[in-house]
């Protein structure tokens, strides 16, 4: 198997009410690799909320007390720590300047996944997108009408890890696949049959879609996986991939 990882270069700037399926389909064609069957598209959550005008100007966030608090504990904006208070659930974790928490999404990350980085405007801020799954739906949709192309979508994120450093790409919104490959019951080189191996193929596709999409660069937002196959999926959402608080092994 042969696997390729293309950067979508010559992307603009997003703003709100772009239709990212044009624009990705647009720049495919341009940079001539346009869109086939079968190919996995990553796009960066920010890009994402951008369209959807899920963005937030800070000098417009009156932090409460408890946010000023926070703010004066870990040394983070008071309006900046408010909006993540608003986007969590609860708290997990708040010391040495980290404020980990459980997102209305159900994910387990720093500040709630809201983001500074590749938003136009100082104060400016990017939430996750409110419904990262059904945004990707809507994407494979519209590439599909657009193209007659069957496609899968990743939204991705960068997460730090429990005992690891270093962030990774992870997805936080799929379409069109199973987002982990069961692999019970298989055989391994020797014989041995596989009692416990699930492989989160959504996170290792948009891990490597991080090797060219990067994080200091505004033109590269996306990027085209072609080559790996993938289990098709209509009904797959990311919450197939998010463990159980009550089995969650470092809370």
Do not use: W
């Amino acid at each position: 198997m042969v696997v390729q990882v293309t950067a979508l270069a010559g992307m603009p700037i997003i703003k709100k009410g772009d239709k990212l399926s044009k624009l990705i389909c647009g720049a495919a064609e341009r940079q001539n690799t346009p869109i086939q069957d079968g190919d996995i598209i990553v796009i960066t959550h920010v890009v994402v909320s951008r369209a959807e005008g899920n963005t937030v100007n800070l000098n417009m966030v009156k932090p409460s007390q408890f946010a000023q608090k926070v703010g004066e504990r870990s040394d983070k904006d008071p309006a900046l720590v408010e909006v993540v208070l608003r986007e969590a659930e609860r708290i997990i974790r708040m010391s040495n300047g980290a404020l980990i928490t459980l997102t209305k999404h159900g994910f387990i990350c720093a500040n709630s996944g809201v983001d500074k980085s590749n938003v136009p405007g100082e104060r400016n801020v990017a939430l996750l997108p409110e419904d990262a799954d059904k945004s990707a739906r809507r994407i494979r949709e519209e590439i599909k009408r657009q193209t007659g192309k069957k496609v899968a979508i990743i939204i991705s994120d960068t997460h730090g890890r429990p005992l690891r450093d270093g962030e990774i790409n992870i997805a936080i919104g799929v379409a069109g696949f199973a987002p982990i490959r069961d692999r019970r019951g298989e055989k391994d080189l020797f014989g041995y049959i596989l009692k416990a191996k699930r492989t989160a193929v959504a996170d290792e596709l948009a891990s490597a879609a991080e090797l060219v999409i990067g994080q200091t660069n505004e033109s590269v937002p996306v990027a085209i996986i072609r080559g790996y196959n993938y289990q098709e999926s209509e009904e797959a959402t990311v919450k197939d991939m998010i463990r159980p608080l009550e089995q969650e092994l470092f809370l």
